[in-house]
């Protein structure tokens, strides 16, 4: 099992400005690099919240490709996904899965996604660590986890980031922007998830870091 958690994030590490503006953060040479790593993994993980705000199809667009494509992963405990939604709207042709806390909601479910019920752990949140397992249970070994913010702060703080893709544009927003990750409860510096930084490429004006778990 192998969870990649990539960020696109400006110099200051923000994903958005706080009107939630971010397309778009990085460029185009970078955007292209992800909708690779993207066809590099079993599944494409992004919080509900992402869902409703940018409508993404999370699939793999790049010229003349035509391998398969990733299973789509939204955490939504309440199923507040809509029927008009990109993802649903394709769930019959790209596999695509709701991680909920209640029983499945059939409008989603007539429509051909697959929801999958976890435990509640705070605020009504899924346990990540069971969606993994389950997840993994079905075969998508390889997650690729796109965020936003506390989805990115949530699998760190439950330790299940094995690596780091990091897409860092050469802009500032400043301390009102989003921040890329949410709270980690972190209290003491030993206590802060550590990452080893393995290679470092230039694409366009933008930085890719990459980081392996240390």
Request: include cysteine.
């Amino acid at each position: 099992m192998s969870v990649t958690l990539k960020l696109a994030t400006s110099l200051d590490g923000r994903i958005a400005t706080a009107s939630g503006e971010s397309r778009w953060i990085t460029g185009p040479e970078a955007r292209e690099q992800v909708h690779r790593l993207r066809a590099d993994h079993d599944a494409v993980v992004i919080g509900i919240e992402t869902a409703l705000a940018d409508d993404p199809e999370l699939t793999v667009r790049l010229p003349g490709y035509n391998g398969r494509q990733p299973a789509r992963v939204v955490l939504d405990s309440r199923q507040r996904l809509t029927s008009s939604s990109k993802l649903v709207q394709t769930a019959r042709d790209v596999t695509t899965y709701v991680i909920a806390t209640a029983p499945p909601n059939p409008e989603l479910t007539d429509a051909g996604v697959i929801v999958l019920t976890a435990p509640a752990l705070a605020e009504d949140r899924p346990d990540l660590k069971t969606v993994v397992r389950a997840l993994a249970e079905r075969g998508l070994t390889n997650l690729f986890v796109e965020g936003g913010g506390q989805v990115a702060g949530s699998f760190l703080r439950c330790g299940l980031v094995d690596c780091l893709e990091w897409f860092r544009s050469p802009k500032v927003i400043g301390g009102e922007g989003r921040p890329a990750i949410g709270a980690l409860a972190v209290a003491a510096l030993s206590e802060a998830p550590h990452f080893r930084r393995v290679e470092v490429n230039v694409l366009g004006d933008d930085l890719w870091e990459r980081y392996a778990r240390g």
